[in-house]
C-alpha cells in the first residue's frame, strides 16, 4: 500500500477543515442554535476567508508586503453588481447563474487590473512595493467615489460628473458615486460561499504545489539563488500577484451581494490591514491558518457582543495573545509533548496493524 505524502495529508485536511465547518454549521442552524445576528456574518466569513487565503499567496508564500487588497475586492464588488444588474434587467432569473457569471467577470477585471498593476509595481521590493498598493488602494476607492453608472433599454451610460448627466429616462442607476451600489439583490447564500472559498483554497494549493508555485517559494526564499538558476523573479512574482487579485475580486462579489447597499468607503486602507491581520496571525503561508484565523476574528466581535463596553478591548487582548503565545517556551513544550505522543500513537498502531497482517498471512 502506497504511503499518502505529507503534502497530500495537509491538501485533504484543508479541504476536510471546510467542509466539516460547513457541515456543523448547517446541523447548529437546523437545531436552532446560531443566532439570526451569527447567521447573517456567514457570507462575509466566506468572504474574509477567501480574501485572507488569496493575500496569503501574495504575503506569505510569495514573500511581498501588499497593502491594496481591499482595492481588488472592491474593484470584483462593483463590477459583479453592474453585471448582476444588466443580467436582471436582461430577465435572467436564476440566482445562482447571475452570481456564477457575476463571480467570473468580477474575478477576471480584478485580475486583468492586478495584471496590468503588478507590471511595474513587481519590479519593486520591500517598502515600495508595499507604499505603491497602498496607494493603489486609495486610488481605486478615489476612482468609485466619482463614477456613475446606470442602465436603461438602451445599455450602459458611465458619467464621472453627477447621476443627471448620465441621460436616463426610466432606467436604473446602479453606482452613484460617494453613495456607491444602490439596491444591490441579496443573492449571496452561505453555500455559495462555502463553494467559493473550496475553489480559493484548490486554485492556491494547486499553485502552491505546481511547479510555478515552487519557484515563486524559491524566489521568496533567495531572489539571487533563484536568478542564478533561471527563475525569471518578475514573471514568478507578477503571477501570484494577478491570482490573488482575481480571488479577491471574486470575494468582493461575494460580499457586495450579501447587502443592499456598498460604498467605495467600505474598501479603504482599514479593509486591507484587516485582511493582512488575518494573514499574519494565521501563519504567513499557512492556507489552513488563514481560514482559521480568518473565521474566528471575524466572528469574535459578536461573540463578545453581550459585553459591548469592553467588546473591542477584549478583541485586542485575544490579538496579543494570538501573536505572543505561540512563542513562549512553555506553549512551545506543550505543543512538542502532544506531537511527540501523536507520533508515538501513531507508530503503535501501525505496528500493531503489520502484526495482525503477519498473523493473518501465516
Not at 505524502?5 to 437545531?31: D, H
Not at 447621476?163 to 449571496?188: H, W
Request: glycine content about 10%; some cysteine; aromatic content about 6%.
Amino acid at each position: 500500500m502506497k504511503k499518502i505524502s505529507k503534502t497530500t495529508w495537509s491538501t485533504i485536511s484543508t479541504y476536510a477543515l471546510v467542509i466539516v465547518a460547513f457541515i456543523a454549521v448547517q446541523v447548529l442552524s437546523g437545531a436552532g442554535l446560531i443566532s439570526h445576528s451569527l447567521q447573517g456574518q456567514l457570507v462575509p466569513i466566506c468572504a474574509y476567508v477567501c480574501l485572507a487565503v488569496s493575500l496569503n499567496l501574495v504575503v506569505g508564500i510569495s514573500g511581498e508586503l501588499s497593502l491594496g487588497h481591499a482595492g481588488f475586492m472592491s474593484v470584483g464588488a462593483f463590477t459583479g453588481v453592474i453585471v448582476a444588474a444588466c443580467l436582471a434587467r436582461a430577465g435572467v432569473e436564476a440566482e445562482v447563474l447571475i452570481f456564477a457569471v457575476s463571480a467570473v467577470v468580477g474575478a477576471v477585471v480584478a485580475g486583468v487590473i492586478g495584471l496590468i498593476v503588478g507590471i511595474p509595481v513587481m519590479r519593486l521590493r520591500g517598502d515600495y512595493l508595499a507604499i505603491v498598493t497602498l496607494a493603489f488602494g486609495e486610488i481605486i476607492k478615489n476612482l468609485l467615489n466619482i463614477i456613475y453608472i446606470g442602465v436603461d433599454d438602451a445599455g450602459l451610460h458611465f458619467s464621472m460628473r453627477d447621476s443627471a448627466s448620465l441621460g436616463m429616462e426610466q432606467g436604473t442607476i446602479i453606482i452613484n458615486g460617494p453613495k456607491g451600489a444602490v439596491g444591490i439583490d441579496k443573492i449571496s447564500t452561505f453555500v455559495m460561499g462555502i463553494v467559493l472559498v473550496l475553489i480559493t483554497v484548490a486554485v492556491v494549493l494547486n499553485l502552491v504545489h505546481s511547479r510555478s508555485g515552487r519557484a515563486i517559494m524559491a524566489v521568496r526564499d533567495n531572489r539571487i539563488a533563484a536568478e542564478s538558476v533561471g527563475i525569471n523573479v518578475t514573471k514568478y512574482r507578477l503571477m501570484a500577484f494577478a491570482v490573488a487579485s482575481a480571488l479577491a475580486g471574486a470575494a468582493g462579489v461575494l460580499y457586495a451581494m450579501n447587502y443592499s447597499t456598498i460604498i467605495p468607503s467600505q474598501f479603504d486602507f482599514n479593509q486591507s490591514i484587516l485582511i493582512l491581520v488575518y494573514v499574519v496571525l494565521g501563519g504567513m503561508g499557512n492556507v489552513r491558518g488563514s481560514i482559521i484565523a480568518a473565521a474566528f476574528l471575524t466572528v469574535l466581535p459578536e461573540l463578545l457582543r453581550p459585553i459591548n463596553d469592553y467588546r473591542m478591548l477584549l478583541y485586542a487582548v485575544v490579538l496579543i495573545l494570538v501573536m505572543v503565545v505561540p512563542h513562549l517556551k512553555v506553549y512551545q513544550r506543550f505543543v512538542d509533548m502532544i506531537r511527540v505522543r501523536v507520533l508515538k500513537r501513531s507508530a503503535a498502531s501501525e505496528g500493531a496493524a503489520a502484526a495482525e497482517g503477519g498473523a493473518s498471512h501465516e
